[in-house]
């Protein structure tokens, strides 16, 4: 005789949602991570953001069929009462599945190694530059090469950390460091640790990191009630200083995306001497210190300080178009307030991202990120596939009514400083109250 099976309700399963208590919903099934978070690859956050819901098409977007196999072990049980599933939902993931049998999500070309000999080369031109000419313009070049190269780095970082760029894990793993760390300065940890958030809860605006940037940006009104970081556990005070900075921001954006850089550095150093769990702390570290020898000594090599801070300028400025492009997906999308579900997970991804419109000669410039529609559904699949399996997302958009929002690049330029400048004049308006009438002036005068 079959065992009967045993249902918890959804308000059961969100009583499951904290620390040292986390559960899911998978196709149904309850699944306890409690102790997998642990050692969740992607860390705990992910998983702690999805508990007490169902999270398939999150789990489907993130792990490849092989992954299947181990959730029994963490099986309760249990299975979800009234599960059900959207009509997008079931959409989206036969298009996961066929993409799955057409082996776009192993098939990764050879982009990488095209851009790490691409890197080699605009390193060695850099340095050759500046150690082997003493015209200022070729100094000035230089660094402008290095800001292209720091680019590059973050583009084969970015996919290193998504999908297997190389032949297998240990040497992904070098390729991490080596363009993350040793090259660009930034922590691949770091990375990991911010873009795994900003993934799971896309344009959240107190739970994704990529929408927190107090007290220089704001892109929305709701900022003003001083919301609570999710992910950097602390209160975002909208003060005095605040209100000031933001109420410029669309005049300060492009400077400060110039020098956007020292943040990443900042930052990567703040998780690494933290107590968090950071896995490999001690490589990352290393890696952070190779930067920190070869990029101040081959500066320290230009014949005066003026050409130091020339080269220093140019490459942080070069490499203010990266952030820049990082800015452009997201910044002028629908935002919302609350912790991400996994009940809407197409429609959140689709709604919350902006795709680039560009010729293919200009993938490369772009890194992927032109189609971030496709990546945000779709995070394993390697960046020469993108622009392939575009027709098929915007068909599926269009069969649910579901916006597919594209600019060029100019044009998604114009309506991120329009997004800016609206919460600017807004924050305005809170410093320049309404006057009010003479009776209130005269009641409420003092001394």
């Known amino acids: 005789m079959a065992e009967s099976r045993r249902y918890i309700s959804q308000t059961e399963l969100e009583n499951h949602k904290k620390p040292g208590d986390l559960w899911i919903s998978i196709q149904g099934k309850i699944y306890d991570v409690t102790e997998w978070s ?25 792990h490849p069929g092989i992954t299947w196999q181990y959730l029994d072990k963490f099986f309760t049980g249990y299975y979800l009462k009234d599960y059900c599933v959207s009509e997008v939902s079931k959409d989206y993931r036969k298009l996961a599945a066929e993409f799955s049998k057409m082996g776009l999500f192993e098939k990764k070309g050879h982009g990488a190694c095209i851009s790490l000999w691409f890197i080699a080369l605009l390193f060695c031109f850099s340095v050759y530059g500046v150690l082997c000419c003493n015209s200022a ?29 190389m032949s297998n894990r240990k040497f992904n793993r070098f390729a991490q460091i080596l363009t993350g760390n040793c090259l660009a300065g930034i922590s691949i940890a770091w990375w990991k640790w911010t873009h795994n958030a900003h993934h799971i809860a896309c344009n959240s605006l107190d739970f994704d990191p990529d929408l927190q940037h107090m007290p220089l940006f704001t892109v929305s009104s709701k900022f003003f009630n001083s919301l609570t970081s999710y992910f950097y556990e602390r209160k975002m005070n909208f003060d005095s200083v605040t209100r000031f900075l933001v109420s410029y921001q ?25 107590k968090r769990k950071v896995p490999n702390r001690a490589q990352e570290i290393l890696g952070l210190l190779v930067f920190w020898t070869w990029y101040p000594l081959l500066v320290s090599c230009l014949p005066n300080c003026g050409e130091r801070v020339m080269f220093v300028v140019a ?23 609350g912790p991400p579900s996994g009940n809407d997970w197409f429609e959140k991804q689709t709604d919350g991202t902006l795709n680039i419109l560009c010729s293919s000669w200009m993938d490369w410039f772009h890194g992927g990120l032109q189609f971030q529609i496709e990546h945000h559904l779709f995070p ?68």
């Open 137 to 165: 313009w070729v100094h000035l070049c230089s660094g402008g090469l290095m800001g292209v190269l720091w680019i590059q780095s973050g583009w084969i970082g970015h996919d290193s950390g998504h999908y297997l760029v």
């Open 380 to 447: 394993r699949l390697p960046r020469c596939h993108l622009r392939k399996i575009s027709p098929f997302v915007k068909e599926l958009c269009k069969k649910h009514n579901l916006a597919y929002n594209a600019a060029s690049f100019w044009k998604a330029n114009a309506m991120t400083i329009g997004t800016l400048r609206s919460a600017a004049l807004q924050a305005r308006d809170l410093t320049n109250a309404a006057p009010k009438n003479l009776v209130w002036e005269a009641v409420n005068t003092h001394g």
């Open 250 to 274: 669309h005049w300060t954006f492009y400077p400060v995306m110039c020098f956007a850089r020292i943040n990443l550095f900042a930052q990567s150093f703040l998780l690494l001497l933290s």
């Open 38 to 62: 642990h050692d969740h690859p992607g860390g705990a956050l992910p998983l702690l953001n999805l508990a007490g819901q169902d999270a398939t098409d999150a789990f489907v977007a993130y």
């Open 315 to 337: 490459s942080f400025s070069v490499t203010g178009i990266q952030h820049i492009q990082f800015c452009l997906n997201h910044f002028s999308s629908s935002v919302y307030v």
